[in-house]
């Protein structure tokens, strides 16, 4: 799938929000918009408002626009919440499980991990980032991976490590196990879904 390459830390000023540790350091010195006018740009529209939530969620999870749109689609037509319902389904991605589990920095390197063939899923060889895992299923490092340099490394950060409420990690087996489905509390989401929501039903 294709995605964006650019300068990563120009969009995260762009949204005015660390996506990453890299970020978040860079925000602390410029915490503006990139370009010339970044610091004296003017007050932005409901519409560009809404747009730039829906672009930061994207860039969030590493998401392009059809896609984008084919969880917006299928969450409208979910019971309760569309914003909630579409942050669950963004939640889900097995991309997004390595990386709240801890196994991965970014979810741009889960992302990569996935792809390379590093995880099972409930004992299986899942190599799909956009793997929609459910409640119960359980991800875990192929045991042909375990003795790479990277899960020797991977396990002194783990020793400490906490995840979120819906999740448990095992460290001493490499794996984890989704608990539940997720509210945006618990995964303590900064983007406003309801924005979203309001954008696509314009």
Do not use: C
């Not at 830390?9 to 005015?16: I, L, N």
């Not at 529209?45 to 860039?59: D, I, M, P, R, V």
């Not at 299928?74 to 997004?96: C, F, M, P, V, W």
């Amino acid at each position: 799938m294709a995605r964006y390459t650019g300068p990563k830390v120009k969009k995260a000023r762009s949204f005015g929000e660390a996506i990453t540790a890299k970020d978040a350091k860079v925000l602390m010195k410029r915490n503006y918009a990139p370009g010339q006018h970044g610091q004296s740009r003017g007050r932005v529209s409901e519409y560009g408002t809404q747009l730039k939530e829906k672009q930061k969620a994207k860039w969030t999870y590493g998401i392009l626009e059809k896609q984008f749109r084919k969880y917006f689609e299928e969450a409208s037509k979910k019971k309760g919440i569309t914003g909630d319902a579409l942050l669950q389904i963004l939640e889900s991605r097995l991309d997004n499980i390595v990386y709240r589990l801890g196994f991965a920095e970014t979810r741009a390197q889960a992302r990569q991990l996935v792809s390379h063939g590093f995880f099972d899923v409930n004992g299986k060889k899942v190599n799909i980032p956009s793997y929609r895992t459910k409640v119960g299923e359980t991800v875990a490092f192929r045991e042909s991976k375990k003795k790479s340099k990277y899960i020797e490394v991977l396990k002194q950060k783990l020793k400490n490590a906490k995840t979120q409420e819906w999740l448990e990690l095992n460290a001493d087996t490499l794996s984890g196990k989704v608990l539940s489905v997720p509210n945006q509390e618990q995964t303590e989401s900064r983007i406003n879904t309801q924005l979203i929501v309001e954008l696509y039903s314009r």
